[in-house]
């Protein structure tokens, strides 16, 4: 990385965008330290920023309760101070409040020559969606400057960003320059949220903002780097999206930028989501030690997509493709299984159902005598799937990917114990239509001549095949009204009221709804999925299970 000398009268700031694990403080701290030498050997930086509570890992949840886990983060603090003799640090940690108090704040500190040299503590505490910072934090009441080499520096942490008081508080203190750190995750149309907030507060206040974000999954979410600087209504460097990286800034006592390091696109549309898919399987699977993944591939889309994205996210060697045929398994599905598994090079089984499905039906024949065929012997099938997937994933240490959709979690079209077992659920967020939409962007960004996802699993109608000519729209509605109903409740709360008032059929938006509601049971048991909404199924939405609810 070549950098120009900094010119005089200014300081070189570096903006570290790292990943980090929650719990790991010392491995933390290890990136942070490692990072911080190469920022003052490769860039000559003199102040390195790091995201918020980089040595927990964001959100370290009910870790911050455990005394020993705060006696080891501080004890990394210490690591870290001793090795920023000749680079100021400034790194998000908790702390006490005061050293004997049994109050945390969310902290950034700034160490500078071995030594903390002042503390800020983040004001605004987000208390919605998926953040819970006030059962653990009290927050803040003051701003925090401090100038290094003649260059007044203002601290705010993530949220304080989103209110106007905590930099114009700075700003009266005589910052120059906004230093924020953050771990904002990640959902659809974020990026343009932040940069016009950020440029508001910038507007309002003069001084230019150093946004330093944190990269990477973390259960349920992905954080999507894109850090960046800013002045005036104007990105001028941009970090890269879903990987770490190191960039730089040059910044005068007056606050002006004098020289800035190169920046990087941001991928937009399908290629975002795409790209926080991949991170959040990657991620997962590697937090959690497993040494790949299983799953069953039915020939249909969204096991295809959620194959494709886990070779992307692991390689092809770390992925195990089964096929599990039925009696109603076409011989379409079976062939497009074995094409797409062939394509992108992946091991793929054959374990016929037949024989257990067969067994439970005959175990069960006593008491079921007399009762017609239903949804209980399609659901047999799923679990018989499911028994033996979790088997395989128990057998060679990997974990089972689970292939439903939002779609389908919303409405409860998902059996439990059955197609809803496994570790991890890549596509738990993400409705049909964006399937199907994702599944067109990655073939037509391919890098061979040969399509990751055969044309014909794209095109073909949707089927669970559980059933003889069974299609999903036998019981559900076409997929972009399912999905506008979904999006209309789930994410934005709309009334049924507000729905059919917006041109949604009435009689469909009042089964969905009913759907979506008594569902809710299912989607509680559900593994984590990753969250690319603003409002996925998991911890930023907890609607009661039992519930006399009844929506107008």
């Given amino acids: 990385m070549n950098c120009p000398e900094t010119q005089a009268g200014s300081i070189r700031i570096a903006l570290a965008q790292i990943g980090t694990q929650v719990g790991n403080c010392v491995a933390n701290a290890d990136r942070v330290i490692e990072t911080l030498q190469r920022a003052k050997q490769e860039l000559n930086a003199r102040v390195i920023v790091f995201p918020e509570l980089t040595l927990t890992g964001y959100p370290p949840e009910d870790l911050l309760l455990r005394a020993d886990f705060l006696a080891q983060c501080n004890a990394q603090i210490a690591r870290i101070a001793a090795a920023a003799q000749d680079i100021a640090v400034v790194i998000g940690a908790p702390q006490r409040r005061t050293p004997h108090s049994t109050q945390l704040i969310n902290a950034a500190l700034v160490i500078d020559r071995g030594q903390v040299i002042a503390h800020y503590a983040k004001r605004a505490l987000p208390n919605y969606g998926v953040f819970d910072e006030k059962r653990y934090f009290v927050p803040g009441d003051a701003a925090c400057v401090v100038t290094i080499d003649g260059v007044a520096l203002g601290i705010t942490i993530c949220e304080d960003i989103w209110e106007h008081e905590p930099i114009a508080d700075a700003v009266a203190a005589g910052a120059k320059v906004i230093l924020s750190l953050n771990a904002s995750p990640y959902h659809r149309h974020k990026t343009h949220d932040r940069t016009e907030v950020v440029a508001?507060?910038?507007?309002?206040?003069?001084?230019?903002?150093?946004?330093?974000?944190?990269?990477?999954?973390?259960?349920?979410?992905?954080?999507?780097?894109?850090?960046?600087?800013?002045?005036?209504?104007?990105?001028?460097?941009?970090?890269?999206?879903?990987?770490?990286?190191?960039?730089?800034?040059?910044?005068?006592?007056?606050?002006?930028?004098?020289?800035?390091?190169?920046?990087?696109?941001?991928?937009?549309?399908?290629?975002?989501?795409?790209?926080?898919?991949?991170?959040?399987?990657?991620?997962?699977?590697?937090?959690?030690?497993?040494?790949?993944?299983?799953?069953?591939?039915?020939?249909?889309?969204?096991?295809?997509?959620?194959?494709?994205?886990?070779?992307?996210?692991?390689?092809?060697?770390?992925?195990?493709?089964?096929?599990?045929?039925?009696?109603?398994?076409?011989?379409?599905?079976l062939d497009d299984a074995a094409t797409q598994c062939a394509t992108l090079g992946v091991r793929c089984e054959t374990l016929s159902i037949e024989p257990v499905f067969n067994t439970l039906r005959e175990t069960l024949s006593p008491l079921f005598a007399g009762l017609a065929e239903d949804a209980t012997e399609e659901n047999l099938q799923a679990r018989a799937r499911g028994v033996l997937l979790m088997a395989l994933s128990n057998k060679f240490g990997r974990m089972l990917l689970t292939t439903g959709n939002k779609s389908e979690m919303a409405v409860g079209y998902a059996t439990l114990y059955g197609d809803m077992a496994g570790g991890f659920a890549p596509i738990k967020d993400v409705p049909k239509t964006l399937v199907y939409a994702l599944a067109r962007w990655r073939n037509a960004n391919r890098t061979t001549e040969f399509l990751p996802i055969p044309t014909r699993i794209i095109e073909r109608e949707p089927s669970a095949e559980l059933r003889a000519d069974q299609k999903d729209s036998d019981a559900l509605p076409a997929y972009d009204l399912l999905d506008a109903i979904i999006i209309a409740f789930v994410e934005e709360d709309q009334s049924v009221a507000d729905m059919i008032a917006s041109g949604l059929d009435e009689t469909i938006v009042r089964r969905i709804v009913r759907l979506i509601l008594i569902n809710e049971y299912k989607r509680r048991q559900a593994p984590p999925g990753i969250r690319i909404s603003r409002r996925a199924f998991g911890r930023d939405r907890r609607y009661p299970i039992s519930s006399g609810f009844k929506p107008d």
């Fill in 200 to 333: 508001q507060r910038i507007q309002a206040s003069g001084c230019p903002i150093v946004y330093v974000n944190l990269v990477g999954g973390q259960d349920e979410l992905v954080f999507d780097g894109r850090s960046f600087v800013a002045t005036g209504a104007h990105v001028v460097s941009a970090l890269a999206a879903f990987k770490e990286d190191l960039g730089w800034v040059d910044m005068a006592a007056d606050g002006q930028i004098t020289a800035h390091g190169a920046s990087h696109p941001w991928p937009q549309g399908e290629a975002e989501v795409y790209s926080a898919l991949t991170t959040g399987i990657h991620d997962y699977v590697g937090k959690n030690g497993f040494n790949g993944v299983v799953l069953g591939l039915s020939g249909g889309i969204d096991s295809a997509l959620v194959l494709t994205l886990a070779v992307d996210a692991l390689g092809a060697d770390n992925v195990l493709a089964v096929r599990m045929p039925s009696r109603y398994t076409s011989q379409m599905s």
